[in-house]
């Protein structure tokens, strides 16, 4: 069969099929496929990753081989076998047989099909992925649920609809850990995936040292030149003029071409000092996620986790202890560990509780905590103040009556339950991040000015804080 037969052929049988699959499905399976041939009864479909393979052979193998036998006579059909190729070979094809599909790949930028058994090790090496850091050994919970839930959706469900996926959180919760994740899940399915992960200072120092060298376009093709990019901490681009003209012609380059961008960062775009709006308008324009300190639950989690992974045997009243009293992060936690267990690697006898808190007596926090609010406890208390109803102050009205105490509750949430941008704006029915930035902002700066406003937030907090 010539390629537009074979097209027609495959267009047909999709279009029959896609009637009886929900869309959104369809779309993630078959948007990457292509017939490559028909040999007596065997069909020879290309596809992207394994896991399409899977999915195709569980759900739609049966359906597929009866509709195709519709359309084609010369044969009975029996059997499907499948190849993996590289995204670029399945743009190329398709638009070769369909030019009304535009390719956004170029020749030079397309790239040949590999055979999919290189070692996922050799891929990762030349990624600078780190092996460890997998989905598998990621504990997830409360304060990272949704920075999980878009990285699984990016590295296992081949997901476009968070592009780019922008995480930040204080040091030690995990960005780098659940971004590399990301990159080896992709890596296993697809070892012929290109991936790049990068600190943005390497970033920045390879890009300076390229220019000294004469090498700007090498470096150029290495990162324009890839599936999936994964730069952490890019709040060091800050102030730095030359870097961040390179990294939006990279970020767009890549964005046009619909790859995969995944950022990490301290604080949300906005806030970084000196980072240019042009970039950071880029960097809000797909899914914002932030990472919070592990609650106690997740942070008992994580110990029983980390004592399996490294063979510890701790009591229970020792995980407690550890897990209530180290709060900051997540390397706070594994560092408390591996002191119990240099403590304990010079005695023969297993840990006392009073052995454990000698031990990380140093990493305990004093004084803890003031009383526990929840997020309903404040806004039912501004409501009260204001008189006004809850459903005004959380839905979408704009009167001057409820925007003023919905604004006071977005600070209120950020100053004293520490809650992120994001999740507020989750809480307040879904709001950007933006919406609630610039609400926090305007009590913030006027707080300093009015008094007035500075007297009614001060009497909220008593009543908030009253027993
Ligand atoms: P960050 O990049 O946010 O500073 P890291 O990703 O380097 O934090 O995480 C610090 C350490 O804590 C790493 O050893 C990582 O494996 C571990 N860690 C962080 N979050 C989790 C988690 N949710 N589950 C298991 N281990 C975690
Ligand atoms: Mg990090």
Redesign the pocket.
Known sequence: MTPDELHALWKAALGELEVTVSGANFKTWFKNSILLKVDRSTISVGVINSFTIDWIKKHFENDLISILNKHYKKHELKKIDYTILAQSRITKTKAIVDPNQVSLLSDSQATETKPTNISAQHAANSSNLNP??TFD?????ST?RLAHAAAIAIGTKDSKDYNPLYIY??????????IQAVGNAILKQDASKKVIYVSCENFMNEFVASISSGKKDEFKKRYRNVDLIIM?DIQFIAGKVGTQEEFFHTFNALYQQNKQIIL?SDKVPQEIPGLEARLSSRFSAGMVAD?QP?DAEMRRA?LQ??CQEKGYKLDPEIINYIADNVES???EL?GALTTVQTHLAVSDTPPTLSDVQEAIRGMVKQNKKKKQLSTDHVNSIICEYYNVEREDVVGPRRHKEYVRPRQILMYLLKQELGMSYPNIGHYLGGRDHTTVMHGFDKIDKELKKNSDLLGEIQEIKEQLYRV
Do not use: A, M, Q
Request: hydrophobic content about 35%; proline content about 3%.
């Open positions: 460890r850091y050994s990621f504990v997830v919970g990272n959180g204080g040091v030690g919760l995990g960005k780098t850990h659940l952490d990490t990472i592990p994580i986790v980390k992060n997540i390397r594994e």
